[in-house]
Nanobody, 129 residues
Framework: EVQLQASGGGLVQAGGSLSLSCAAFGFSLDHHAIAWFRQAPGKEREGVAAIVSSEGRTYYLDSVKGRFTIARDYAKNTVYLHLNSVKPEDTAVYYC??????????????????????WGQGTLVTVSS
């Protein structure tokens, strides 16, 4: 069964750090794009960060550049999102997603939710001020 499992959410104070994990089961993340999205109450889902697995290229939402880092552990078939210097506006449910590189033209970029077919369950990140 193809599955993504996201974990690591929790409560963190503004300025603090938190790391999220997205483990893949039933398929290898090789040759996939993997992304983290988030959705705050009343807002649309937005792409936060993405990594193109085979090339290691990374993409970030402007508001998180310099604060968040996406990274992959090949041996564990897991992608991480390290959140640093968090702000209250980072509060949201965070989702990871994966898509085989060959299944999309990616003309719209790697931070578009509609480009991804495999989704993990959300993990809530709450940043207190």
């Amino acid at each position: 069964e193809v599955q993504l499992q996201a974990s690591g959410g929790g409560l963190v104070q503004a300025g603090g750090s938190l790391s999220l994990s997205c483990a893949a089961f039933g398929f290898s993340l090789d040759h996939h794009a993997i992304a983290w999205f988030r959705q705050a109450p009343g807002k649309e889902r937005e792409g936060v960060a993405a990594i193109v697995s085979s090339e290691g290229r990374t993409y970030y939402l402007d508001s998180v550049k310099g604060r968040f880092t996406i990274a992959r552990d090949y041996a564990k078939n897991t992608v991480y999102l390290h959140l640093n210097s968090v702000k209250p506006e980072d509060t949201a449910v965070y989702y990871c997603a994966a898509e085989f590189m060959g299944d999309s033209s990616w003309y719209a970029g790697f931070l578009i939710p509609e480009e991804y077919d495999y989704w993990g369950q959300g993990t809530l990140v709450t940043v207190s001020s």
